[in-house]
């Protein structure tokens, strides 16, 4: 299945970053999969700034972005 709802020009390393959102453990075999020298300081960033841009969307919307394994949970991982 494909999903075309966010589909659009940019970085690759954001695609890869909203892939393993919260799943930091599978990084390594994405990352092997994709088969191209990829800075893992840029994927972290973009967890990081996706994380912050939903946390309003989230609360906004009456779901709690402090839940286990969501947004703010992938905050503090990075800390």
């Known amino acids: ?33 994709y ?7 840029v994927i972290r960033a973009w967890w990081s700034l996706r994380s912050l841009l939903a946390i309003r969307w989230l609360v906004e919307h009456g779901f709690d972005p402090a839940a286990p394994g969501c947004e703010v949970d992938v905050l503090k991982s990075r800390m």
């Open 1 to 33: 299945m494909v999903d075309w709802s966010e589909a659009g020009q940019g970085d690759a390393l954001y695609d890869l970053a909203s892939l393993t959102l919260g799943h930091e453990e599978h990084l390594g075999n994405v990352v092997a999969g």
């Open 35 to 41: 088969g191209a020298d990829v800075d893992l300081d």
